[in-house]
């Protein structure tokens, strides 16, 4: 257990709707961060919040956009969601922007 | 662009077999190397990381891995496997910004009783 929550556990979308993926992280963590997992690939960084701020982005289109509150929970937004959404959507915590990332169990999305 | 690479991506060996899982990166600057594992129907767990110091680390559950900066390898290793070792294993890396693991394609590692 790390501490780190998501939810929900599994979603399943029709495609062009719209997603909300929620991310609690371990208590003192100041940082959050947004991974994607395709079945049978490793993670791929979706973006990174440090204080409220978006501290670094890979390479994923606009429509995914994200938000971290005051208590440094966060979440993931994904608009007109396409088949090749479907995938793990992981969260890690930071204790400070910088340094192990403790991942959540993630949230399954299916979209059909 | 940082990159990983893992070289195999599905071993199988006996209990006891000893195992090596070949990990290289690319990036021309300092990085902060890290192998993560995924059990069966669980989250991703850290095994062990490399930062600065000694090249070899040593992670739980008896891993190790040896950064060798000439070769840009980190390659995770254990003496003897066990039955509850089978699980996805992922090397990655970040850099000195730190916002932004870079991961592996993951080696997925079955161990027969």
């Known amino acids: 257990e790390t501490g780190v929550t998501q939810s929900p556990t599994h979603l399943i979308k029709t495609r062009g709707q719209q997603v909300t993926l929620r991310c609690s992280s371990q208590?003192?963590?100041?940082?959050v961060s947004w991974y994607q997992q395709a079945l049978g690939q490793g993670p791929q960084f979706i973006f990174q919040?440090?204080?409220?701020?978006?501290?670094g982005r890979g390479n994923f289109p606009p429509r995914f956009s994200g938000l971290q509150f005051p208590n440094y929970s966060s979440e993931l937004n994904v608009n007109a969601l396409e088949l090749d959404d479907s995938a793990l959507y992981l969260c890690?915590?930071?204790?400070?922007?910088?340094?192990?990332?403790?991942f959540g169990p993630g949230t399954r999305l299916t979209v059909t | 662009a940082q990159s990983v690479s893992q070289h195999n991506h599905h071993v199988i060996l006996s209990e006891a077999a000893s195992l090596e899982l070949g990990c290289n990166y690319s990036?021309?600057?300092?990085?902060?190397l890290f192998w993560y594992v995924q059990y069966p129907g669980q989250h991703l767990q850290l095994l062990l990381k490399?930062?600065?110091?000694?090249?070899l680390v040593k992670g739980i559950k008896g891993f190790e891995a040896e950064f060798i900066k000439s070769k840009f390898s980190f390659n995770l290793r254990k003496p003897s496997v066990q039955w509850s070792d089978t699980a996805e294993y992922f090397c990655?890396?970040?850099?000195?910004?730190?916002?932004?693991?870079?991961f592996g394609g993951g080696t997925r590692l079955m161990v027969k009783p």
């Open positions: 990036y021309g600057g300092t990085v902060n």
């Open positions: 990655a890396v970040n850099d000195d910004a730190g916002n932004m693991l870079t």
């Open positions: 919040y440090y204080r409220e701020e978006e501290n």
């Open positions: 490399y930062f600065s110091g000694d090249p």
């Open positions: 890690a915590s930071v204790p400070d922007r910088v340094g192990e990332q403790y």
């Open positions: 208590s003192g963590h100041n940082t």
